[in-house]
């Protein structure tokens, strides 16, 4: 009986999860988790329907948003009707028990200490394949409170290298700021500000850098 329960808890939990998926990462034994992403998103976190972002419907696209949290990816994939790859720290794409979910979404590991270049290789074949790349340009968490940090500029040689679109994100109003495993279990009422697309021809392109900075990192005025 204890066996028989189980089986059908799980067989729930994965058939919600795949009703509410929006987008195809390669299969049912991950789709789920998109589901329950958009889920908890909505209702825990009150991400608003038309928050979506306005990426082409096929094609290359770069996704880049202020990173305050753990929450901040979660927020990404359940505004996107595309699956997202990110770019992620190897030292967090190697954790215990997430590795296989960060394997499973296609994250690309970033050796910050060692070989960097190697993760844009393989982001830039991922782009010219007409996948969808994400990333958080501060890379790490950075709080309007913390003392300014430039962006990288491995997103605007991306963009230039394949002529990819670039859609800022900016992130308000996540409670637990600078968490990184509380965040998404504390409930809040986050809103997206979705900035148009930005097309990078340079790749050394200091005014295409200072647009993404101050798209990311102005705050979204919350009082109307």
Request: with cysteine; aromatic share 6%; glycine share 8%.
């Amino acid at each position: 009986m204890g066996w028989w329960l189980a089986g059908l808890s799980v067989s729930l939990v994965v058939g919600i999860g795949l009703f509410h998926a929006r987008a195809d990462w390669g299969g049912a034994h991950v789709n789920w988790l998109d589901g329950w992403t958009r889920l908890i998103c909505r209702y825990l976190h009150g991400l608003k329907p038309e928050h979506k972002l306005d990426l082409p419907a096929s094609g290359p696209a770069i996704v880049v948003a202020n990173h305050v949290s753990g929450l901040d990816p979660l927020l990404l994939i359940a505004a996107s009707r595309r699956p997202l790859r990110f770019l992620i720290a190897t030292e967090e794409y190697q954790r215990p028990v997430l590795h296989w979910i960060f394997k499973l979404a296609g994250c690309i590991p970033v050796d910050r200490k060692g070989r960097p270049e190697q993760a844009l290789r393989t982001a830039r074949r991922a782009l010219e394949q007409g996948e969808v790349i994400a990333l958080f340009p501060h890379g790490k968490i950075h709080l309007d409170s913390d003392p300014p940090r430039p962006i990288k500029g491995g997103v605007v040689r991306l963009a230039a290298w394949t002529g990819a679109p670039v859609h800022p994100v900016r992130i308000d109003g996540v409670r637990a700021e600078g968490q990184v495993f509380l965040a998404p279990f504390i409930a809040d009422r986050v809103t997206l500000t979705l900035h148009p697309a930005l097309q990078v021809k340079d790749t050394a392109s200091k005014s295409s850098l200072e647009q993404i900075r101050s798209a990311i990192e102005t705050p979204a005025d919350l009082s109307h």
